[in-house]
Antibody, heavy 119, light 110 residues
Framework: EVQLVESGGGLVKPGGSLRLSCAAS????????MSWVRQAPGKGLEWVGHIRSKAYGGTTDYAAPVKGRFTISRDDSENTLYLQMNSLKTEDTAVYYCSWEYNNWFDPWGQGTLVTVSS | QSALTQPPSASGSPGQSVTISCTGT?????????VSWYQQHPGKAPKLMIY???KRPSGVPDRFSGSKSGNTASLTVSGLQAGDEADYYCSSYAGSTSYVFGTGTKVTVL
């Protein structure tokens, strides 16, 4: 069974940093393109960014609101995806989901981890 | 990149059908056959219901169907059931290796 489990969320002050993790199992993680998607409280879904598999260079792309502040990385030996978030703003408050980006759709999704940016 | 436009709400009685629209531009919905739909129950993660405009993943009932015309995609839920009550989001590839989601539609089963 394909499973994604996020962790690392919590309360952080504006300007602070946080690193989220997403542990993957049940599929060949090293071949997968992976995405992060977030959802602010009571709001809709927003694509954050993705990382390609090493076979495609392991390169990353980001949505405009997080570009330059967030960094996606992966450890294929540990089947783990990361999201490093720096210079956090109150508007980054959201549940962050990781997902397998399979041919331009997202399936499955993890259960999400809540990040709250507040002083 | 602006969010795709969906109606805030839709409703129907059990057994009836409801159709949700998802309007974008020629740079996203209209430009690619990479529209997908997700169901999200309160407090839960989204679940893929439709991909590549019309295709259903294994395990998704054939009561769920998708279509597209120009810059607007649609999701139809036929034979509404109580368990279909949820938020629904569309998504489209938007070029330049980016994605855009819809604003979301809350479906209520009356």
């Amino acid at each position: 069974e394909v499973q994604l489990v996020e962790s690392g969320g919590g309360l952080v002050k504006p300007g602070g940093s946080l690193r989220l993790s997403c542990a993957a199992s049940g599929f060949t993680f090293s071949d997968a393109w992976m995405s992060w998607v977030r959802q602010a409280p009571g709001k809709g879904l927003e694509w954050v960014g993705h990382i390609r598999s090493k076979a495609y260079g392991g390169t990353t792309d980001y949505a405009a609101p997080v570009k330059g502040r967030f960094t996606i990385s992966r450890d294929d030996s540990e089947n783990t995806l990361y999201l490093q978030m720096n210079s956090l703003k109150t508007e980054d408050t959201a549940v962050y989901y990781c997902s397998w980006e399979y041919n331009n759709w997202f399936d499955p999704w993890g259960q999400g981890t809540l990040v709250t940016v507040s002083s | 990149q602006s969010a795709l436009t969906q109606p805030p709400s839709a409703s129907g009685s059990p057994g009836q059908s409801v159709t949700i629209s998802c309007t974008g531009t020629s740079s996203d919905v209209g430009g690619y056959n990479y529209v997908s739909w997700y169901q999200q129950h309160p407090g839960k993660a989204p679940k893929l219901m439709i991909y590549e405009v019309t295709k259903r993943p294994s395990g998704v009932p054939d009561r769920f169907s998708g279509s597209k015309s120009g810059n607007t995609a649609s999701l139809t839920v036929s034979g509404l059931q109580a368990g279909d009550e949820a938020d629904y989001y569309c998504s489209s590839y938007a070029g330049s290796t980016s994605y855009v989601f819809g604003t979301g539609t809350k479906v209520t089963v009356l």
